[in-house]
């Protein structure tokens, strides 16, 4: 639980004639975290082209099978087919079907797409001749004006007055017709011999004229029956094209996904055999895999290769570069969601702790620290929940963060109980006390809370120094033995100072000094233990003033760590005075009887929840990643992605 799985790097000699069938058996187990083997490979004797032409061929038909989709409204599915993959026979096959359904499809789609761009059209242009429809004049004949200028359009309404304004000197009229959002409808009159200047000028004015199509001749009411009758045939015919398409998606659906699953499978084939090393007839697989899971994929490899497979198994203690090992968390069930959190901030190396367990404890202590309320924390709880049963379609996508949200809820619900508050009222007496009465002993405790995970930092990195073999960073880091040392040798004194109890000078030196020298003269020191020369890489001085530096930065660290936990006694408080504010100001708006009253109260506990549950989220977040983590985790861990055959994009 606080390591990764164990990994063996598995590497497979496979002849060509055996490579698609070992490549599927990979992909279909989904266990081998592929490692791209291909610099390995001659190019003369590389059959690189030929995979890449073959994927380009299937991603063109990927695209068409999307589009086709796309139009029949078929949705995707992720089920894997039971029949054999054949990359050169399923290639084949796939565009003869294709072909056949877009034959059948797409002289429908088009259709579909013709008539609903004519509709728009249409419908346009209906509500821009409305306006129109009161007057008893030939449209034809506005097109066949001798020594009269006619230009219908919506300009913007600001624009009006600045075109009279540029048309001062010129004979017009422009006659208003009607609204139209930001604009008006206008039409301006004026002297044929004026045309270009009217144009100019109502171009400069942002006029949007309105062309009336040739083929619509008659009054505006006429144009626009004519105009109507034939939006009623489209919309006829549109009713009859989206039957077709129905009937074309019953039809043709089950195929289409099938298809798109077939041809993403391939995909993930062609791309892992494309990163294969080849040398002759003979390919190179290599990857990492959970060491329990060899023995099955190899024994299912050679029997589909009959025998003609070459293995090697390595364990990850040989590996030369640790660095590069996939890592793959075994979290389960609520660890799983805190799981996220830390691979949010950064995924852990191979070789380090898995602080997961840790952050799933500290997070929701520190939440409901914070945000102690059992009514908000219930709320919070039931939210989770109902996200995390998948039964609302539009909270899916987070179902999962739910057990983070639950989590944190029932503690908050918990501390809640101790500190007496049930939606912001003090309606029952407080288990241990209530932070607003309290301020001094919530801040005392949240320091010492803050002390106690500081000390399982320190314990940490500790650990985690020594599983890496790296004694430097175990023993005389800042956050090393003689680290943590030092921490509790301060915290001590400080509590000894605080409880009245005089130290001699002398033992608080001992407990003092010791740690600060084993942190200053810790490269030298670990140089000694290994027998390296020479002890020191650079000159005394250099060294002298950089390690006073890093020990004054130590020293600093140690304080603000400590203290930034604070924090959570400082938004406990909060908490409780955002809650009294609220029946506060519900008091203002009227007594308790009054509708208004309880209003006010639901809508201020709903934001408390809300905007103040996101920021006690955030600080809770951040006390996990820059206080609790910087002090052992190192992170550049490489997620282990293994190759799997898929229906889902890649």
């Not at 009859?240 to 039809?251: E, F, M, N, P, T």
């Amino acid at each position: 639980m606080f390591r990764p799985e164990e990994m063996c790097e598995l590497s497979l000699l496979v002849p060509s004639r055996d490579i698609e069938d070992v490549t599927e058996v990979i992909a279909r187990q989904g266990v081998l975290h592929q490692v791209d083997t291909s610099y390995l490979s001659r190019e003369e004797e590389w059959d690189a082209k030929h995979w890449e032409d073959q994927i380009h061929e299937y991603q063109g038909i990927e695209q068409r099978v999307l589009l086709i989709m796309g139009a029949l409204d078929v949705p995707e599915v992720t089920t894997a087919p039971e029949q054999k993959l054949d990359l050169s026979g399923d290639l084949v096959e796939l565009q003869n079907h294709l072909l056949q359904i877009e034959q059948d499809v797409m002289p429908l789609v088009n259709k579909l797409k013709e008539n609903q761009q004519r509709l728009m059209e249409l419908e346009a242009l209906t509500r821009r001749l409305e306006p129109l429809s009161g007057l008893d004049l030939d449209l034809r004949s506005l097109r066949s004006l001798t020594f009269l200028h006619v230009q219908i359009g919506i300009i913007p309404t600001a624009n009006l007055e600045r075109l009279n304004v540029s048309l001062l000197h010129v004979p017009h009229v422009i006659l208003p017709l009607g609204v139209e959002g930001a604009g008006t409808l206008v039409a301006i009159f004026g002297a044929a011999k004026d045309a270009e200047v009217l144009e100019r000028a109502a171009h400069s004015a942002y006029l949007s004229p309105i062309s009336i199509p040739e083929e619509y001749r008659g009054t505006p009411q006429i144009v626009l029956n004519n105009i109507r009758s034939e939006i009623s045939a489209l919309m006829e015919e549109r009713s009859a094209l989206d039957q077709h398409i129905v009937d074309a998606r019953a039809k043709w659906g089950t195929m289409l996904r099938a298809a798109l699953w077939r041809v993403r499978a391939d995909l993930v084939m062609l791309r892992a055999i494309d990163h294969f090393g080849q040398v002759r007839d003979v390919y190179l697989v290599a990857g990492w895999i959970p060491c329990r899971q060899v023995s099955s994929l190899v024994s299912e490899v050679k029997r589909v290769a009959e025998g003609r497979v070459a293995v090697d198994v390595t364990s990850a203690e040989q590996s030369s570069n640790v660095d590069s090992i996939p890592v793959k968390l075994n979290n389960r069930g609520i660890l799983r969601a805190f799981q996220g959190v830390v691979t949010n901030y950064a995924w852990p190396s191979y070789d380090e702790i898995d602080p997961t367990p840790f952050v799933a404890v500290t997070f929701s202590l520190m939440f409901g620290l914070m945000f102690g309320d059992v009514g908000h924390g219930l709320v919070l709880t039931l939210v989770g929940a109902l996200i995390w049963s998948r039964r609302v379609e539009k909270l899916k996508q987070y179902a999962s963060f739910a057990p983070v949200l639950s989590l944190s809820g029932l503690s908050a619900t918990i501390f809640g109980l101790l500190y007496g508050s049930f939606f912001g009222t003090e309606s029952f007496p407080a288990l241990w006390l209530r932070p607003l009465d309290s301020i001094l002993s919530i801040l005392v405790t949240t320091i010492a809370f803050g002390i106690v995970i500081s000390i399982i930092g320190f314990v940490l990195s500790i650990v985690d120094g020594c599983l890496r073999r790296d004694w430097r960073r175990a023993l005389f880091d800042r956050y090393g033995l003689a680290g943590m040392w030092f921490y509790l040798a301060i915290i001590g004194i400080a509590l000894g100072i605080m409880r009245g109890i005089s130290l001699p000078k002398f033992l608080m030196a001992a407990l003092t000094i010791p740690p600060l020298l084993l942190i200053v003269l810790g490269e030298p020191l670990i140089n000694l233990l290994r027998r390296r020369r020479p002890l020191i890489h650079d000159s005394i001085p250099l060294f002298a003033v950089q390690s006073g530096f890093e020990l004054f930065e130590a020293l600093i660290g140690y304080l603000s760590s400590t203290l930034s936990y604070v924090r959570l006694g400082a938004f406990a408080v909060a908490h409780g005075g955002l809650s009294a504010v609220i029946f506060i100001l519900a008091d203002m708006a009227g007594g308790s009887s009054s509708l208004l009253y309880w209003l006010v109260v639901a809508l201020g506990n709903l934001f408390i929840i809300g905007f103040e549950g996101l920021i006690v989220g955030i600080q809770t977040l951040r006390l996990e990643y820059y206080e609790f983590f910087s002090k052992f985790f190192r992170g550049g861990g490489v997620p282990y992605t293994p190759l799997k055959v898929s229906g889902k994009k890649a």
